[in-house]
């Protein structure tokens, strides 16, 4: 839990204070006792006169009224830091989510990070603000009531001390059987999220094959988990309750039969037992309450570690201590090498030895059977991936020595299932464009913006109800696949990048609108180099030369035609392309099929 700190350093000052005020508070609580026993064993006993009975009720008043203001105090101190330390633990959560390298983000599901990053600081923030504070407080009310019952009735706290042997042994048993269910709840919680953001983001495909049962199944099965740990916890919680209550009072009870006892031997005054038992029962509101603040705490300890287990999962792509400058691309554009490339995925090497050259300003398409590691090859250049061995390198620099945003700023990507923001078209296009500063740079951008969904063929844009201001929905759900891809490749275009990745982008649209944007990309980005992982023959066409991925490593790179002259390989290949096709598109398939059946 003091790794926390970090994060909750600015607030210490106010915590202190609250703490402090909390503690006052329990002080204050403890004082009223010792008023009493001074009453009962002067004015009271003697009938002196009424004035000592007021003044001491006066003041019994008084300590009251600042024990409420500091219990006030402490509530209105804490409130705001422990506020901020849960805003800062969440922003440093996102900024490093969105800083782990793509495989990290493979290992966890979204719900479990949902709930990391909701529930689990929601419940370190509680924590803060209360329990944390209470423990040191109550902890602190228990030593000092003990204290002054031992030195009121050094006897009788001897009685009451003996209850606390079998609560420090359940206290230790408790935490054992609790932080393990604690942790699990949490787990659970996580799995459970993931199951229904799953379930949402797959809904029509439940739907379609009628699996809603199914998927309800799964989720009942779940919350039943859940709810049987949630029992099991709210269980073991109980005992350790029944017990924090039951043996302070069963001891208080001998106490007072003792204490009483003693009295009529004359061995201690009606004050001191007046005295010792109304302390005892300001203590035993802060033991009853431990079996509680023991729960919250395990609680959020588990949320903790969660918490630490992702934002201390250390960054393997992170930005060198000497970050190399990219220069100026040459006149024609920049050339990518990649030499001896190793990519190792589930510990098997997807790409062994990939040497390719991409020519400054030219287009190649990469082609290769399904599963071959075309997508894993496209990763690699933006550093979404870093090689295990061999180099990858733009314009002769490693791209290992080049800082991330300085890289991504040169190298832009396009997907072929495209994710688009819920923000207006415009947003989504120009996200890879800074801020516009000037109303000059505004209007320069609004020309960029048109002339790249003109190039990705996205006209439809000028249909929607606001135009390129218009909101499109969660993922751009309300557009169609072709539509989503060609948002997401003007998005690639507007980035205006000297090297294009583009993991076939336009898979979703007809041959003629691909050939035309194909077209207008060249047109409007001459001097960009370009590797498109192709899956049909008439993407292959469009590229200045082909580059064939076979067993890890590329086979064969030459023009389409050459290719399908030389390598049996290629031939292969465009015909399962074709074969995919022959669903979809006639068209191409007789275009290209004389080359390929001969
Ligand atoms: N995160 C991962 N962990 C383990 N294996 C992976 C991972 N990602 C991909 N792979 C495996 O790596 C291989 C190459 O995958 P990749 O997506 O690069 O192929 P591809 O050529 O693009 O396939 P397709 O043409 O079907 O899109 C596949 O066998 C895949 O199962």
Request: with cysteine.
């Amino acid at each position: 839990m003091l790794q926390l700190v970090r994060w909750a350093r600015p607030a210490i000052p106010r915590l202190i204070l609250g703490g402090l005020g909390a503690l006052g508070a329990s002080l204050l609580a403890l004082a009223i006792p010792q008023v009493l026993r001074e009453v009962v064993n002067g004015p009271l006993l003697t009938s002196e006169s009424r004035t000592g009975v007021l003044q001491a009720a006066a003041l019994v008043l008084a300590l009251g009224c600042l024990e409420a203001l500091l219990v006030w105090t402490r509530r209105a101190l804490i409130a705001t830091p422990a506020t901020t330390a849960e805003h800062d633990m969440r922003t440093s959560l996102f900024d490093h989510l969105l800083d782990l390298p793509i495989a990290v983000h493979d290992r966890w599901s979204g719900g479990q990070l949902l709930q990391r990053a909701m529930g689990d600081l929601s419940s370190i923030r509680r924590w803060i603000a209360f329990g944390m504070v209470m423990l040191v407080v109550s902890s602190a009310t228990i030593v000092v009531g003990v204290v002054l019952m031992v030195t009121t009735a050094w006897q009788l706290g001897l009685i009451y001390l003996l209850g606390a042997v079998p609560m420090v042994w359940l206290g230790f048993t408790f935490r054992t059987d609790y932080a393990k269910a604690a942790r699990r709840a949490r787990d659970q919680t996580g799995d459970l999220a993931g199951t229904v953001e799953e379930s949402v983001h797959g809904i029509r495909v439940l739907k379609a094959f009628g699996r809603g049962e199914d998927a309800l199944g799964d989720f009942v099965r779940q919350a039943d988990e859940l709810r049987d740990t949630e029992v099991h916890k709210a269980r073991t919680l109980a005992r350790v309750s029944l017990a924090v209550t039951a043996i302070p009072e069963g001891t208080l009870a001998i106490s007072l039969g003792v204490g009483l006892w003693l009295t009529v031997q004359g061995d201690l005054s009606v004050g001191a037992l007046v005295g010792f038992m109304a302390t005892a029962a300001v203590v035993n509101r802060p033991l009853e309450g431990l079996g509680q603040l023991l729960a919250t705490t395990l609680d959020a300890r588990a949320a903790a570690d969660r918490f630490l287990e992702v934002i201390d999962q250390p960054n393997a792509l992170d930005d060198p201590e000497r970050p190399a400058t990219l220069g100026e691309s040459g006149p024609r554009g920049s050339t990518v090498e990649l030499r001896g490339v190793r990519v190792l995925l589930g510990g098997r090497a997807v790409l062994d030895g990939v040497d390719l050259t991409l020519d400054p300003g030219r287009t190649t398409a990469l082609v290769g059977l399904t599963g071959s590691g075309k997508s894993t090859l496209l990763q690699v250049l933006p550093r979404l991936l870093d090689v295990d061995d061999g180099v990858v390198a733009i314009d002769g620099v490693d791209v290992r020595r080049v800082r991330r945003g300085d890289l991504r700023r040169i190298v832009s990507p396009a997907f072929e299932d495209p994710v688009l923001f819920s923000a207006s078209v415009r947003e989504n296009v120009l996200l890879g464009v800074d801020e516009p500063a000037t109303t000059q740079e505004e209007a320069a951008q609004s020309e960029l913006l048109r002339r790249a969904l003109a190039a990705a063929q996205a006209e439809f844009v000028d249909q929607l109800p606001d135009g390129v201001d218009t909101v499109i929905g969660e993922e751009g759900m309300s557009l169609s696949g072709g539509q989503r891809q060609r948002l997401a490749l003007a998005r690639a275009i507007a980035a205006r990048p000297r090297v294009l990745v583009l993991d076939d982008p336009l898979s979703a649209v007809d041959v003629a609108t691909e050939t035309a944007a194909t077209t207008a990309l060249r047109e409007l980005l001459p001097g960009t180099t370009t590797l498109v992982v192709a899956h049909r023959p008439s993407t292959v066409a469009l590229a200045d030369q082909v580059a064939v991925l076979q067993d890890g490593r590329i086979s064969a790179v030459g023009r389409h035609t050459d290719l399908l002259r030389s390598s049996a390989h290629y031939r292969h290949v465009i015909s399962d392309m074709e074969t995919a096709e022959d669903d979809g598109d006639p068209d191409v398939a007789v275009d290209l099929a004389p080359e390929v059946t001969r």
